[in-house]
């Protein structure tokens, strides 16, 4: 478990998703106005968040700590219809302005109930939302009874905030293996996870970029856009040994990725031909599947190569959504 000096909790209004949805709860300012946290999770083009934490007490305090940077912040909100705090998400080497301040790109959303400019008081170019399938993990709100806490680094060492610390910090260990930023193809379900389509779509193509380097002595042909299973044909250029690529990237340090139904699938067919390069009768060369995942796919990118085995051995592989259709009537 990483060790974090400073870590903070603020309590917000609830939304599905932190990216200009709606934002319930029981804070007076959202009885009649709209919660400026409906963006906390919604990166401008540079990649950074800009988090809004409801003020505290009638001088509408935003938070002040001693020491305003390199923070983790927690947010935390209590779900409609549900006892306790629920953990939306985090951010990670953050800064806290001790104000409220306009977002940068405010005019692009325009005016907030009141008239005025969406507000933040926090900023991350770390910023990771936990999606609404994953929205399991809760927080008793016993010490919690302003809109924000510190837990550590604040000079306070109550027991409470340290239980609270490594309980959230335990979360935090949990999720982010399962928050790889991965697309997900069309015709699955509609997940969205940390970052926002930009960043996503820039954290693929330079995983694909760094996989194509990776093989250089494959000719390379992308099969991106056909959604057949993998997404690059390797040609090698003197054997014509093939490999079929399946490329995951992730902008995390640690290798870890999602999988489609049909992607998985694909990988499973061909893994009887795992180990070594076979023929067919007419000459031509079986495929060879391969996972190719890049960590840190926007920093310093790392390929790291697996054969269907290597996969299953190296990973563990859960399913996180299912799909309800309905049934034929016979």
Not at 44 to 58: K, N, S, T, V, W
Not at 137 to 144: A, E, M, Y
Not at 258 to 264: D, G, P, R, S
């Amino acid at each position: 478990m990483t060790d974090y000096p400073r870590i903070a909790i603020i309590n917000t209004g609830w939304s599905d998703d932190y990216r200009e949805d709606q934002v319930r709860g029981d804070f007076g300012y959202l009885a009649d106005g709209v919660g400026h946290e409906r963006f906390n999770f919604l990166s401008d083009r540079h990649g950074r968040f800009y988090g809004y934490a409801p003020p505290l007490g009638e001088s509408w305090s935003p938070p002040k700590p001693e020491n305003p940077e390199g923070w983790l912040v927690f947010f935390v909100s209590k779900r409609p219809g549900r006892n306790g705090l629920y953990l939306v998400g985090w951010y990670e080497d953050a800064l806290f302005l001790r104000a409220y301040e306009p977002r940068p790109d405010a005019e692009r959303f325009g005016p907030d109930s009141d008239g005025g400019k969406f507000l933040y008081t926090v900023t991350s170019t770390a910023g990771f939302l936990v999606p609404l399938p994953l929205r399991s993990r809760k927080i008793k709100g016993d010490h919690l009874k302003r809109s924000y806490a510190y837990v550590r680094g604040s000079g306070e060492d109550q027991s409470w905030r340290t239980t609270l610390a490594g309980e959230l910090l335990r979360y935090r260990d949990e999720l982010i293996p399962l928050l790889a930023g991965a697309a997900i193809e069309d015709d699955e379900p509609a997940l969205r996870f940390s970052g926002d389509p930009e960043r996503r779509q820039a954290v693929e193509k330079a995983a694909v970029k760094a996989v194509e380097q990776h093989f250089s002595d494959y000719a390379c042909v992308s099969k991106e856009a056909e959604k057949c299973g993998y997404d690059l044909l390797l040609t090698h250029r003197e054997t014509d040994e093939i490999l079929h690529v399946e490329v995951k990237g992730t902008s995390l340090a640690a290798p870890c990725f999602f999988l489609t139904q049909k992607e998985l699938g694909y990988a499973e067919s061909l893994r009887r031909n795992d180990n070594r390069a076979r023929k067919s009768k007419d000459g031509s060369w079986r495929p060879l599947w391969r996972l190719a995942v890049v960590s840190d796919a926007l920093g310093t990118p790392t390929v790291h190569e697996y054969k269907y085995t290597e996969m299953t051995r190296n990973f563990d592989l859960a399913p996180y959504a299912w799909r309800g259709t309905l049934k034929e009537k016979s």
